[in-house]
């Protein structure tokens, strides 16, 4: 994400006072507009909908104080406790969503493991969850003060204008046939929102800026395509079909310019004689 002003602003002072900065990627995991959440309930514009999972970083007191990712599937409480048994098996299911309720964890596995500090802060859990990988989660509420990272990463530009975050593929569980919610192959809906809290607006208020769906984002590996796949020669040819239907643009447009040039000059010279 790129902003204007500097993305990893935020005031340093005592509780509330400090002020929030949220950097939010929306995914619609399932394309399914009936399932997941709609961006005005969550007071986002653009409008779009059918987001069922998302993942931020949360900028709070001057530092990143969250690295988390949520599930939108819910409508109320006995929605918010039956998910949060599913995802305690490493299960998410997409259901129709309000904004809020939804759950939101930091994700913990072999590769970053979780500490003992984390875990005594660690107010709903940690849950050890099914895997190979020795996952454990912690869910959070929004806007907790617990300075949790898990696996996630992130960095910032030297002048705080961009800043880079990822996250696992495994932090977001696996559907109920055992399948990962995302993996390579998957066609998504990507959407972007940036969020501050409302120390930072005049007046007073959550302020957020938004993109517009992002649709039908194949989720193709890096090295999809390689030297071997020759991919060079497909960028020439793909270059100069580009030029040749570019030359074929720029003629016929030369020719029109010409017909008009000409038709211009005709009328230009009957209108001088008949002027005489």
């Known amino acids: ?53 998302s993942f931020e970083l949360e900028i709070y007191n001057g530092t990143v104080n969250t690295a988390s990712v949520s599930l939108h599937a819910m409508v109320n409480q006995s929605d918010y ?37 984390e875990e005594s802060r660690c107010r709903d859990g940690p849950y050890a969850l099914p895997g190979s990988n020795n996952p454990v989660i912690c869910f959070i509420n929004d806007m907790c003060n617990c300075s949790y990272k898990g696996v996630m990463n992130y960095a910032f530009s030297a002048d705080n204008h961009s800043v880079e975050f990822s996250v696992p593929f495994r932090a977001f569980m696996n559907l109920p046939d055992g399948t990962p919610a995302i993996k390579l192959g998957n066609r998504i809906t990507v959407g972007f929102t940036l969020a501050t809290s409302d120390q930072y607006s005049s007046p007073h208020i959550w302020a957020s800026d938004s993109s517009w769906p992002i649709r039908g984002y194949l989720f193709g590996p890096t090295d999809a395509i390689s030297p071997s796949q020759n991919l ?19 003629t016929i447009v030369a020719l029109l310019a010409t ?7 005709h009328k230009s010279g009957y209108t001088n004689v008949e002027s005489r």
């Open 1 to 53: 994400m790129k902003v204007v002003g500097n993305i990893n602003l935020t005031d340093v002072g005592e509780g509330t006072d400090a002020g929030r900065t949220l950097l939010k990627v929306m995914l619609d995991l399932d394309d399914n507009l009936e399932t997941g959440f709609c961006t005005n309930g969550a007071g986002y514009y653009p409008e779009s909908c059918g987001y069922d999972m």
């Open 81 to 117: 406790s039956i998910a949060v048994k599913e995802q305690k098996n490493n299960t998410v299911y997409f259901r129709y969503s309000l904004y809020k309720p939804y759950t939101q964890w930091v994700y913990w596995d072999d590769s970053k493991p979780i500490t003992s500090d």
């Open 232 to 250: 060079w020669a497909d960028r020439f040819i793909s270059g100069a079909v580009g030029l040749i239907i570019g030359a074929i643009i720029a």
């Open 259 to 265: 017909s008009v040039a000409h038709k211009h000059k």
